[in-house]
């Protein structure tokens, strides 16, 4: 089993990033999968999440309208479209999934995730 980010970078604040998650070892149309973020000295913290086991997508408050999570089944990979990035944006991103579907009070908890990414930096200079 891997998850395996890429894309991430140092741009300037109000730019754009795409990550990319791709998995290997299970099939992302069974999971619930996200993405989660962990800036230097704060706890680990959930961006966004496609349930595809209930159905349903989630973001975190500070994404909505600015980031856009998706999962291409056929390519057994997730991505993150990121815009007009603010410097409270930089973090190490992570991709996580789980067999178990999620719900809008718990799909931000990391410890319902059981597989993760090993992360990939995102900065955003002012």
């Known amino acids: 089993v891997q998850l395996v980010e890429s894309g991430g970078g140092l741009v300037q604040a109000g730019g754009s990033l795409r990550l990319t998650c791709v998995v290997s070892g299970f099939s992302v149309e069974d999971y619930s999968v996200a993405w989660f973020r962990q800036a230097a000295g704060k706890e680990r913290e959930g961006v966004s999440c496609i349930d595809q086991v209930n159905g349903g997508t989630y973001y975190t408050d500070s994404a909505k309208g600015r980031f856009t999570a998706s999962a291409d089944n056929a390519k057994n990979s997730m991505t993150l479209e990121m815009s007009a990035l603010k410097p409270e944006d930089t973090a190490i991103y992570y991709c996580?999934?789980?067999?178990?579907?999620?719900?809008?009070?718990?799909?931000?908890?990391?410890?319902?995730?059981?597989?993760w990414g090993q992360g990939t930096q995102v900065t955003v200079s002012s």
């Open positions: 996580a999934a789980d067999r178990m579907g999620k719900y809008e009070t718990t799909w931000n908890l990391p410890f319902l995730y059981n597989k």
